[in-house]
């Protein structure tokens, strides 16, 4: 019985890992960011795109991320690949 208490522990530290890894960006790019797009030219961008009420811009591993809205209005969470400004991974609610 009292072997269980370590067991449990180990479980949600384990479980605890997995959930922050599948909340981690995506991989973007293996490239050094000096061969990276400037956030003005990335933001130049993702304006043409249609994204628009950009609230966040940031970099995040080897993505630049926006929590912003689409074209439609609807909330959207999008990395990008810094360097060719693709769409990587796209959340829209």
């Known amino acids: 019985m009292k072997r269980s ?3 449990k522990i180990l479980f ?4 605890l890992s997995i959930a922050s890894m599948a909340a981690a960006a995506p991989v973007c790019t293996k490239l ?3 061969k ?3 956030p003005a030219q990335m933001k130049a961008k993702i304006a043409t795109m249609g ?4 609230k966040v811009f940031q970099v995040s591993g080897s993505c630049y991320e926006i ?6 209005g609807k909330r959207a969470e999008v990395y990008f ?9 796209n959340n829209i609610d």
């Open 5 to 7: 208490a370590p067991f």
């Open 32 to 34: 050094p960011q000096a």
């Open 36 to 38: 990276w797009l400037t």
């Open 81 to 89: 690949n810094p360097v060719t400004g693709a769409v990587v991974q």
């Open 51 to 54: 994204y628009r009420d950009i």
């Open 12 to 15: 949600a530290t384990a479980a």
């Open 67 to 72: 929590y912003a809205h689409t074209k439609d």
